[in-house]
């Protein structure tokens, strides 16, 4: 497997010619020309046709994103579906797996993400419990502890598969294969995953996973997809419906056989234009190659960040993802990221309300981010790490 020529990537991206050091990249990332060309285009025949009329140019674009979506997954195209953002798309699905009763369980890994946890309380109001799944030693999901929990009441297992705080990389094929074993719904965010790793739909397991596509598939904001299992389908019904999820027929007002049933009729066609160049960019690069070179510059982030006193590294799990948590000492996280931000040198920072378990049980109270691509290279690297220093005095 041939290394990624990072200066072709670099000169294909705006963001990259501005001396700007962008790692932040699970906040959201650069995303090249091709893809901002692809929206400004859609938008100026919008402009010059008629918005209405530029739809069906727009639908083939819009088709064009959902099998390049497809493919990254390994899914059928019919498997997935578009939304505004990655807790739109995960809301739309856990919504329309009710209703919930009292006595109802659901497992949840310890690094749950927090919008996914305050969308829970509806089911919490009817009598639903939210139930944490056991860590290991290392401070990852434990399948074992998993199945000890099984019991004929829960109804869903939901796996943040890449927490946002960390570098963690929960296990979460071995959670699917629990879930099947069990016949049991089971769901992934893969927000942080989708765009970094490999990400096969058939060999997790898993009846929904969602990502937001601005994040690492380089998409623009707005942009989310939403994959359901076809045989799972039929057990989700949508509490939101229209005549495109909903058509007219013969006896009625019929959901749709496939994963548009969580579509509407209303669409940024030029957002999924933009979507789509970058899902199939990512496809032509290849997304081994991509999680070859983000492993290799997160390791060196990471050895370099030891170097530096003061910093303490939150890694959890035993192999470790493009996502590095730390602190500076006498920094608080986000002082930190704003004065990095000053230098044009971009960082995340993460509250407890984003994970809140995971940082009440490690007692954290805020966390810098440093979130890696393909785009970055050694004089990214160096330039942030001289920062630090700096700051450190």
């Not at 509407?264 to 970058?278: I, K, P, R």
């Not at 959890?316 to 602190?327: K, P, V, W």
């Not at 920094?331 to 044009?344: N, P």
Request: hydrophobic share 45%; aromatic share 6%.
């Amino acid at each position: 497997m041939s290394p990624i020529d990072v200066q072709r990537l670099r000169q294909a991206t705006p963001g990259c010619q501005s001396g700007l050091v962008h790692f932040n990249h699970a906040g959201a990332s650069l995303p090249s020309q091709a893809t901002l060309d692809a929206i400004l285009d859609q938008l100026h025949r919008e402009a010059r046709d008629g918005p209405m009329e530029a739809g069906e140019h727009g639908a083939v674009l819009m088709e064009n994103a959902r099998r390049a979506a497809a493919y990254l997954l390994n899914a059928p195209a019919a498997s997935v579906a578009f939304a505004s953002s990655g807790s739109t798309a995960w809301n739309l699905a856990f919504q329309a797996l009710g209703p919930w009763h009292p006595g109802d369980r659901i497992l949840v890994g310890r690094h749950e993400w927090g919008g996914n946890l305050a969308s829970m309380q509806l089911a919490v109001q009817a009598g639903a419990r939210v139930e944490v799944i056991p860590c290991d030693a290392t401070g990852a999901v434990c399948p074992q502890a998993l199945e000890a929990m099984i019991d004929t009441r829960v109804k869903l297992i939901d796996l943040t598969w890449l927490p946002a705080n960390g570098g963690l990389i929960n296990p979460a094929q071995a959670v699917g294969e629990v879930a099947k074993r069990h016949g049991i719904a089971y769901f992934i965010d893969a927000g942080q995953a989708l765009g970094q790793l490999p990400v096969d739909v058939q060999t997790l397991h898993c009846d929904v996973l969602k990502s937001a596509g601005r994040k690492h598939l380089r998409g623009p904001r707005g942009t989310a997809l939403l994959y359901v299992r076809p045989a799972f389908l039929e057990q989700l019904q949508p509490a939101g419906r229209d005549v495109f999820s909903a058509p007219l027929s013969a006896h009625g007002f019929d959901l749709r056989d496939d994963a548009r049933r969580f579509e509407t009729s209303e669409v940024s066609f030029a957002l999924l234009a933009g979507l789509g160049n970058a899902l199939q960019e990512l496809n032509q690069l290849g997304i081994e190659r991509v999680w070859e070179r983000v492993s290799q510059t997160g390791a060196r982030i990471r050895t370099a960040l030891r170097e530096i006193p003061g910093i303490a590294l939150y890694d959890l799990g035993t192999h470790q993802s493009g996502l590095i948590a730390f602190n500076l000492a006498d920094w608080d996280a986000f002082e930190l990221k704003r004065r990095l931000g000053l230098q044009r040198i971009n960082i995340g920072a993460n509250g407890v309300a984003y994970t809140p378990l995971d940082m009440q049980a490690r007692g954290l109270t805020s966390v810098a981010r440093i979130s890696v691509s393909p785009l970055n290279h050694d004089h990214d690297i160096d330039s942030l790490m001289a920062a630090l220093r700096e700051l450190r005095g």
